[in-house]
Nanobody
Framework: VQLQASGGGLVQPGGSLRLSCAASGRIFSINSMGWYRQAPGKQRDLVAGIGSGGSRNYADAVKGRFAISRDNAKNTVYLQMNSLKPEDTAVYYC???????????WGQGTLVTVSS
């Protein structure tokens, strides 16, 4: 199983970006999906998560600005990021919990830079 993240880039404060992460390989079921981020010198933190039934949770810092969604037919998770702030600058990683053995997989990370 491999996860491929895309959609990062440079955006001005107040702008928007949409991240995508697609899983490929021998996949029968995906449990939870999520996005994490890691800023320079800081630990990797959860940004948003979505369960198999569609329940969502968000870090307080992004509530009301970010939205996570999933497309089960495409084994893909998305993160719509609006009203971006400089403090959102980080490498964003996707993660999926896959299969009956509930193994966690990680994408390679995509850099989001919010700067004028």
């Amino acid at each position: 199983v491999q996860l491929q993240a895309s959609g990062g880039g440079l955006v001005q404060p107040g702008g928007s970006l949409r991240l995508s992460c697609a899983a490929s390989g021998r996949i029968f079921s995906i449990n939870s999906m999520g996005w994490y981020r890691q800023a320079p010198g800081k630990q990797r933190d959860l940004v948003a998560g979505i369960g198999s039934g569609g329940s969502r949770n968000y870090a307080d810092a992004v509530k009301g600005r970010f939205a996570i969604s999933r497309d089960n037919a495409k084994n893909t998770v998305y993160l719509q990021m609006n009203s971006l702030k400089p403090e959102d600058t980080a490498v964003y990683y996707c993660s999926m919990n896959i299969g009956s053995d509930r193994k966690n997989y990680w994408g390679q990370g995509t850099l989001v830079t919010v700067s004028s």
